[in-house]
């Protein structure tokens, strides 16, 4: 019952910066734990950030102190603003989310138990 739409992608030069958004719908946000991951082609998915219920942030070294992950929850809103963009960052970015009471500061490497993923949007970043 969950559906999550991202945006915010599209082309860009390096050293430049995209703000992504995922929204959900169907279910509180509030009961929902989310994480940002990534997959470029012919790679392995990549896990970028999470978040906790208290807002606590944990983030792939790939993309610490350049990424921040944040949450609306009034508005069932997860966003990820990218600064300092590489072309090694081109990828399909996808949100996606979980069932919980509590969102504990979780590794973003972690996808098994994700139940629900949102289409993605794209990201590329001029080489």
């Known amino acids: 019952q969950v559906h999550l739409v991202e945006s915010g992608g599209g082309p860009v030069q390096s050293g430049g910066s995209l703000r992504l958004s995922c929204t959900s719908s169907?279910?509180?946000?509030?009961?929902?734990?989310m994480g940002w991951f990534r997959q470029a082609p012919g790679q392995e998915r990549e896990g970028i950030a999470t978040i906790a219920s208290d807002d606590t942030p944990r983030y792939a070294d790939s993309v610490k102190g350049r990424f921040t992950i944040s949450q609306d929850k009034f508005i069932n809103t997860l966003t990820l603003q990218m600064n300092g963009l590489k072309p090694e960052d081109t990828a399909m970015y996808y949100c996606?989310?979980?069932?919980?009471?509590?969102?504990?500061?979780?590794?973003?490497?972690?996808?098994?138990?994700?139940?629900?993923w949102g289409q993605g949007t794209q990201v590329t970043v001029a080489s």
């Open positions: 169907g279910y509180g946000y509030t009961r929902l734990c």
């Open positions: 996606a989310a979980r069932f919980a009471v509590d969102c504990p500061a979780r590794d973003p490497s972690r996808d098994e138990d994700y139940t629900y």
